[in-house]
């Protein structure tokens, strides 16, 4: 049976990246003693895939991940949620356990876009932030401006670092862009292609007088993933009982 | 939210923050306005490190058991952090409560190895406390020191108020309710040294006198004052089964080099190696029962979720249920996809058959501590392994698809020749050729042969603590006619040689048995930069050949000189169990080339007879 797991990530845990997240709910599951389903082979693994990683220092409010249980087993949505709660630390929470299609796509690939939160840590009044946003979304493109150092092969067959530029028009896929109480809302594209940081926009933002856009003086969440169907990945699965 | 020292900036500049944030599972909370005591232990290296330590687990567990008491964890913060700390003028903080050391009523700092000395200045500047015991005021915690370093505490005596000698379990408590009364009657710092050094174990370095002969070696080291005892006795826990489970192990988010349940099953040995610090200083050998070692595996490894667990002690092979606990393991480890990792055993049918029951026969290699390439040397050592247990225990596994050994070697050894080092390739082609005599449709491939080599370093409380060092060069000298020699064997394409660093070898050599002097040499030296003197690529004998020129100390008068009979040692004050009288014995047997029988053999009436535990109450002695 495949389940989807939903889970806040808060606090100090925002430091904890997403490697050691993985292990950490691997040692969670044996903790909580869930009936997870391990890889054949000779070295098995526990069945658990997550959702696009947090960059560090961002928290998740609703972070997903998937996993299976194993065949013969049953345990109801609230046993699970209540046993694991049980063996989490300061910071971590799970808030669904909810069985998905054996067919469904794992979270990461469903994923298409995600809002976002970005809190300032000193009080701007609202005004200030929604002349800001209002300034941004009234430009006719925000351009991107993305160096990326790659290793390419050189004429004599070596490989040599080489910088390339490149710009897009970002304004397309910034779905949503609010002033919200001393802080700002972002329904941003996500996904392999056109994935949108929403430190940019902030960067962005920042260009338009906004002071408290400045890195590092908001704490930023993310709030929820979606498809592209614009359904939140948890409304594909259903409680178990 | 938690509090965290240190700002978002900071945190996403440095590598693994996580490093510094505290809040993992099992980790303790507690109001610092609800308890009498904070109490901050330390491990003097990166928190990957210190966090593998069982040692600094059990403290922490058992002192956080104390509804008086907030124990917390330091480490070295990494050179990264470091730089940020003193740049910014940021006091070093605890994990826990992520306040400043220097409130705390305690900073306790275990000495694990001797490379870690530097970093104990590291952490006491960072902390914005004075390094040396002398200039700190009331407002400053007692600095506290333990561990097997703390056999000779001499080298680092300025720096540390209290020394425990001896094992955490016994006496922290008494300590503690000690220094709380203490505290309620507004007693001064120094009132409660004078009282804490009436408790059994606790040296406080500055009620002691030294002074020093003409020739640099010391002539009377006495306490100041009547009540001050003159020898400190180690404390020792009787009966290991009353000591309670290590009930709640911190689990860390980063992966720490030993990322697993550690379940010790024993303290002590019965083997008597004589270059063996912890094998004669933790005597006797004591066991914990199965009963106790099974709830505990089941306690520990349900409460972490650990993917791995491992045993520790001593030669894990004497543990005389041994049997009974890997059959245990091996059946509940399975059902939960836990791994085993096995501790180095003798290399026999009944470890063989544990070994290909948990790990990949392929992969896995087979180890043989032999020390020394000759027969003879091992005599002098008394390392109690013969050169048929290696080629019989070697054929067994290689019969069992076994294609891969690692030998492990000591130079330097005393009384080593040419002959005995030319015996480490020698050795090398014995199980090399017993290989390929196996037919070779019943063996698999070719045989890899790792032999490696560290250079002696004598140690306090051993048979060899009279021993001399050798120069850098004739430790290089050494190596290279191992290396020379391998060249020449037949099978020398499946041999591998390795060997450690001789200057790092000599400094600790230096620190091992160092006396108050060379606290200035630590001092110089961490002012050159020296720090994580143990990580190689941090590692410069720069900073300490600039020390000794700074101080005047000459490093070969505590390496390379042979010690008098009746010289009196640093740490001589201590009573670790074993006698100067059982040591001085075993040290002639050694020259005579003779071993002496184990404790499970025959008592040689070593001293540690006295504290009624383990080993020496067997009927059969």
Not at chain 1, 125 to 130: D, G, L, R, T
Not at chain 2, 386 to 392: A, F, M
Not at chain 2, 395 to 416: D, I, Q, R, S
């Amino acid at each position: 049976m495949k389940v989807r797991i939903k889970f806040e990530k808060t606090d100090h845990m925002r430091f904890i990246g997403h490697l050691d997240l993985m292990r950490y709910f691997q040692k969670a599951m044996r903790r909580a003693d869930i009936p997870i389903k391990y890889s054949e082979g000779f070295s098995p693994h526990q069945i658990m895939s997550f959702g696009a990683p947090l960059s560090m220092g961002v928290s998740g409010l609703g972070e997903y991940m998937d996993i299976e249980l194993k065949d013969e087993s049953h345990i109801s949505s609230k046993e699970a949620i209540d046993r694991l709660n049980s063996v989490m630390c300061t910071g971590m929470k799970i808030t669904k356990f909810l069985q998905i299609p054996d067919d469904s796509k794992p979270a990461m690939a469903l994923m298409d876009t995600a809002d976002f939160r970005a809190e300032f840590k000193e009080h701007i009044s609202q005004e200030k932030i929604k002349k800001a946003v209002d300034k941004l979304l009234s430009r006719e493109s925000i351009f991107l401006t993305k160096v990326s150092k790659k290793k390419k092969k050189n004429e004599y067959g070596k490989f040599v670092e080489v910088e390339t530029t490149n710009v897009t028009d970002i304004k397309p896929f910034i779905y949503k862009l609010e002033a919200v109480e001393n802080g700002v809302f972002m329904h941003l594209s996500q996904g392999s292609t056109n994935n949108i940081k929403p430190a940019f926009v902030m960067d962005f933002l920042e260009e338009e007088g906004l002071e408290g856009a400045k890195r590092n003086k908001y704490c930023l969440y993310r709030l929820d993933m979606y498809t592209n169907e614009g359904k939140a990945l948890d409304e594909y699965g259903c409680e178990i009982i | 939210m938690r509090k965290l020292a240190l700002s978002d900036d900071i945190l996403l500049s440095v590598d693994k923050p996580a490093r510094y944030i505290g809040g993992e599972l099992n980790s303790r909370d507690k109001n610092l306005d609800d308890v009498d005591i904070r109490f901050v232990m330390c491990f003097p290296d990166v928190y990957e490190i210190g966090m593998s330590h069982i040692g600094i687990q059990i403290l922490y567990d058992m002192l956080n058991r104390r509804e008086d008491t907030f124990c917390e964890r330091l480490f070295s913060p990494w050179v990264d952090l470091d730089k940020i700390l003193r740049e910014k003028n940021i006091p070093l903080f605890s994990l826990e409560s992520q306040e400043a050391v220097k409130d705390a009523d305690f900073l306790g700092i275990t000495l694990q190895y001797e490379m870690c000395y530097t970093n104990i200045l590291q952490v006491l500047e960072l902390s914005q406390i004075p390094i040396y015991a002398n200039d700190r005021g009331e407002e400053f915690p007692i600095v506290i020191g333990g561990g097997p370093c703390a056999y000779n505490p001499e080298p680092l005596a300025p720096f540390f108020d209290i020394f425990y000698i001896g094992e955490g379990e016994v006496v922290y408590d008494k300590l503690l309710d000690l220094y709380k009364e203490c505290k309620k009657n507004n007693l001064s710092k120094n009132e409660f040294l004078l009282k804490a050094a009436q408790i059994d174990g606790m040296y406080i370095p500055k009620f002691y006198d030294v002074t020093y002969k003409p020739d640099g070696t010391i002539d009377k080291f006495t306490p100041k004052y009547d009540k001050v005892p003159s020898v400190i006795h180690r404390v020792v826990v009787q009966n290991m089964d009353t000591v309670s489970y290590l009930s709640k192990p911190v689990v860390p988010f980063i992966k720490v080099t030993q990322d697993r349940v550690v379940l010790e099953i024993m303290r002590g040995c019965i083997r008597g190696c004589r270059f063996c610090q912890a094998g004669n200083v933790y005597r006797p050998q004591r066991e914990h029962s199965l009963e106790y070692l099974i709830n505990y595996a089941k306690t520990m490894l349900d409460i972490t979720g650990a993917e791995e667990i491992s045993l520790s002690s001593l030669s894990s092979s004497d543990y005389s249920q041994l049997g009974k606990l890997l059959e245990f393991l091996l059946e509940y480890t399975k059902e939960r996809g836990i791994n085993i990792s096995l501790p180095s055993l003798r290399i026999d049918a009944f470890s063989l058959d544990v070994m290909s029951k948990v790990q990949d026969v392929k992969k896995s290699s087979l180890t043989f501590a032999p020390e020394a390439g000759t027969q003879r040397l091992r005599d002098v050592i008394n390392k109690g392994i013969t050169e048929e247990d290696i080629l019989n225990g070697s054929m067994e596994a290689f019969k069992g698809g076994w294609n891969k050994v690692k030998l492990y070697f000591m130079l330097g050894l005393p009384t080593e020749t040419d002959e005995d080092v030319k015996g480490i390739p020698k050795l090398c082609e014995k199980i090399a050729k017993n290989y390929y005599s196996i037919p070779k449709d019943q063996r698999v491939g070719k045989i890899s042969i790792t032999a490696s080599s560290s250079f002696f370093v004598p140690k306090p409380f051993t048979p060899f603590q009279w021993a001399k060092m050798e120069t850098r060069d004739e430790y290089l000298r050494r190596a290279h006619l191992v290396k020379d020699t391998m060249r020449q064997q037949l099978n020398q394409k499946s041999m591998k040689y390795q060997y450690h660093d001789a200057e790092v070898t000599l400094l600790e050599g230096l620190m091992a048995r160092g006396d108050r002097k060379i606290a200035d040499v630590i001092v110089s030296a961490y002012k050159n930069s020296a720090m994580y003197d143990s990580w190689s690529d941090r590692f410069s004998m720069e900073y300490w050949n600039k020390a000794y020129e700074e101080t005047g100390i000459d490093p070969d008068f505590y390496t390379l000189r042979e010690r008098e009979i009746d010289e009196v040692f640093p740490w001589d004050f201590i009573d670790c169990g074993i006698t100067k009288s059982f040591l001085i014995r075993e040290w002639n047997t050694a020259h005579k080339d003779k071993i002496t029988p184990n404790c499970r053999q025959q008592c040689m009436g070593c001293g540690a007879r006295k504290y009624n535990g383990g080993v020496c109450l067997e009927s059969a002695n």
